[in-house]
């Protein structure tokens, strides 16, 4: 019992981004306004958090997916997988065709 790991807890991105806000803006401060500078940390930020995974963007139907996944077929598995719980909340049907999915570049 004594030996059981918890969880580290997560921070927030907004923790992150101001520690990292706070050692960078002498440095940035006169050329980067905050919100800007938000952006970028936001993308690189959730990027870090998933280093093994790829982001992948799909439209299927109306709905536009963002999955992160290993390889496109997982992420297609995934896709079809939102967009049926994403279909299930308005009550729609899943297509008897199956979900027509298009890469987002």
Do not use: C
């Amino acid at each position: 019992m004594l030996d059981k790991v918890r969880p580290q807890q997560q921070q927030s991105l907004e923790d992150a981004f101001r520690k990292w806000w706070s050692v960078e803006k002498p440095r940035l401060g006169e050329q980067v306004s905050e919100p800007i500078a938000r952006t970028v940390f936001r993308a690189g930020y959730a990027t870090g958090r998933r280093p093994n995974l790829d982001r992948y963007v799909f439209a299927v139907g109306k709905f536009r997916i963002t999955v992160w996944a290993t390889g496109l077929m997982n992420a297609k598995r995934m896709a079809v997988a939102e967009a049926d719980v994403r279909a299930s909340k308005r009550g729609w049907k899943r297509p008897k065709a199956g979900w027509v999915l298009k890469e987002v570049l």
